[in-house]
């Protein structure tokens, strides 16, 4: 099988593509312009881009709203130490709310599995 998945994934990368604290990420990894036709989600499998969302209301696949949760969670921690760091191209008050940002979504992410 394969064909047909029904489940709404989330690209491997979500919270880079999202970014919310796009200059922060731009400055950190470098952000690639281009959207690929297909990409690497959060369970492993390689999905069309379509049937990925980074959104906590549309991802259905459980184990790619753990993967998002975990990266949303680390990518805040991320940005609160960037934020903090001396010469850092986000100022710390931005980037505090970036990570609560991120937190929240996380919070999404974790619950609506069951319930
Ligand atoms: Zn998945």
């Known amino acids: 099988m394969g064909e047909g998945d029904p489940h709404i994934h989330v ?8 970014a919310a604290v796009r200059t922060v990420l731009a400055a950190t990894f470098g ?7 297909t990409v690497a989600t959060g369970c492993g499998l390689r999905v069309p881009y ?8 549309r991802v259905t696949c459980l184990a790619c709203r753990e993967h998002a ?6 990518l805040a921690d991320e ?5 903090g760091l001396p010469g850092s191209p ?16 996380a919070e999404r992410f ?5 319930g």
């Open 90 to 105: 986000v100022a710390a008050a931005e980037a505090r709310q970036a990570a609560a940002r991120h937190r929240a979504l």
């Open 31 to 37: 952000l690639a312009g281009d959207l690929p036709s």
């Open 110 to 114: 974790s619950s609506g599995a069951g």
């Open 50 to 57: 379509a049937m990925t969302s980074p959104r906590p209301d």
């Open 79 to 83: 940005i609160e130490r960037i934020g």
């Open 11 to 18: 690209e491997v990368k979500v919270v880079r593509s999202q």
């Open 69 to 74: 949760r975990a990266e949303h969670l680390r």
